[in-house]
């Protein structure tokens, strides 16, 4: 079991930046892949960055790619979602997510076996 625990939403301007947490706790030695994904209302979730705990690779969506960056420190068990340059189409519910498997789609949301409960993240115009 994998418990993951989103902070650092909130409301910001357009060309604001914020900086969401993932506190993973449990068996998170056997989650090999951890990602980000949002949901807008209205709108399906859909993918925004991923990482490795192992190697720091790192995958991310074209919408973000230059203003989002994804990182992670093992000794805490925690990954960062660094948002810079937000835009009001950034406005979504942020999830966090971890995959087990070693292999696979690391933008598909079917692949990750477990999820946080989301954190809010408002831009105005």
């Known amino acids: 079991q994998v418990q993951l625990v989103e902070s650092g939403g909130g409301l910001v301007q357009a060309g604001g930046s914020l900086r969401l947490s993932c506190a993973a706790s449990g068996s998170t030695f056997s989650s090999y892949v951890m990602g980000w994904f949002r949901q807008a209302p209205g709108k399906e979730r859909e993918f925004v960055a991923a990482?490795?705990?192992?190697?720091?690779?790192?995958y991310q969506a074209d919408s973000v790619k230059g203003r989002f960056t994804i990182s992670r420190d093992n000794a805490k068990n925690t990954v960062y979602l660094q948002m810079n340059s937000l835009k009001p189409e950034d406005t979504a519910v942020y999830y966090c997510?971890?995959?087990?498997?070693?292999?696979?789609?690391?933008?598909?949301?079917?692949?990750?076996?477990?999820w946080g409960q989301g954190t809010q993240v408002t831009v105005s115009s």
């Open positions: 990482i490795r705990w192992s190697g720091g690779s790192t």
């Open positions: 997510a971890a995959r087990l498997r070693y292999s696979g789609t690391y933008y598909s949301l079917s692949e990750y076996d477990y």
